[in-house]
């Protein structure tokens, strides 16, 4: 496909997909934005399907979870929310000065805060690329404030909205990524900075895009990080480098399989309707979209404790993790596990099921010398529940 002009977005995805889409969703029922966050979580689990064809489809995830019986324990309170809009005003007050002295500028001249106002996510996209255009050739500082960038993610667009993106009088473009944890002497959470840090990589990609058709324009690969300092609602900043999380986000996204040949796939009729549907006509939906739970999946989708309690009931190895499931190899179940290291199955010269055997064998040795002092009071006996 080619590239459009205004957006870097390639053409829309053809009406077909669309229609199809729209009743997977159901009659009437809005699609449900994926932003940023969303798809860096979705990045970082490529193989799972489910996820890629309900965010694509715009299914919202967490009112098909609760109808499901597997409601997930997401979202911030109104007062966070307050909170943090509270801050974000103060960061990008006086015209974004302050912002800009977060960066190191203190007197930046003019600075620019052009409207990106439009009708609509294209009209807002295409909005944002003109305003990019336009203060690159000006060569002045610029602030432009919850832009509207768009990338193609297995097919389908998407539309994302940073916080801010700063254009300075050299044509680069920085993004800035306002959090509202605390920096407590001069450093944050190392899982929220890496959070923020996967986040804000998608919009550098996004941007990257309407920067290669935007003459004399480049995209940092740092963006900041602006928190309240210590305990305080005093707005302070850090550069966090996003090159590592960028190539992976990109690498992981061009795995996605395209979101038509997972439709295409689907029964006839297949649709995840929530207020048309019963709960056992949704279990039956989603269950016909392959999934790829982890443990990491609880803390990034609304539907991880439904494809939990499915993995363990079919003794799913993944329920132990990503690396535990990579050591072991052919052996997909729990069973096929605990069978192979008895010696009852498997391959004997399996690299896993040769550690497995030897492991049950140290654990069976260490087990005789703690019961070798107690025999004068009779065989020790293994509570089943260690088997």
Known sequence: ??????????????????????????????????????????????????????????????????KLGSPAPFGQSQF???????????????????????????????????????AGPQGRTARTAL????????????????PLLALEVAGSPVYLEPDAVVVAPDGRWTVVEI???????????????????????????ALERMAALTEGARVAHSVLLVCPKDFSNVPTASVVDVRKQRSVTRRQLARLTRIEEIADALPEGTTFDVAGCSPAELTEAVESVPHAYAPECLAACEL??????????????????????????????????????????????DPAVAA???????????????????????????????R
């Open 179 to 205: 959090k509202s944890f605390p920096m407590i002497d001069g450093a944050a959470d190392a899982s929220k900075v890496g959070a923020a840090a996967r986040q804000s990589a998608v919009y550098v990609l």
């Open 131 to 146: 305003a990019l255009r336009e203060a690159t050739g000006a060569g002045a500082w610029a602030l432009l404030d919850h």
């Open 304 to 349: 991880a404790f439904h494809c939990r309690a499915r993995a363990r009931e079919a003794g799913a190895v993944e329920t132990l993790g990503r690396a535990v499931r990579g050591e072991l190899g052919g052996l997909t179940t729990v069973d096929a596990v605990l069978a192979a290291a008895r010696g009852e199955a498997g391959d004997p010269d």
């Open 1 to 66: 496909m080619s590239a459009s002009l205004d957006t870097g977005l390639p053409r829309p995805a053809q009406t077909t997909l669309r229609q199809a889409l729209a009743e997977l969703r159901g009659p009437g029922t809005p699609p449900r934005a994926l932003d940023a966050r969303a798809l860096a979580a979705l990045a970082a689990n490529p193989g799972c399907r489910r996820r890629a064809l309900l965010d694509g489809a715009g299914v919202d995830k967490a009112a098909l979870a609760s």
């Open 80 to 118: 966070a929310i307050m909170r943090g809009n509270s801050f974000e005003a103060k960061v990008k007050a006086d015209g974004g000065r302050e912002l800009l002295r977060l960066l190191g500028v203190e007197e930046p001249g003019a600075v620019s805060v052009p409207d990106l106002a439009a």
């Open 356 to 386: 497995l055997r030897r492991a049950r064998a140290l654990r069976q040795e260490a087990l005789d010398r703690v019961a070798a002092p107690n025999r004068s009071q009779g065989p020790y006996e293994e509570d089943p529940a260690c």
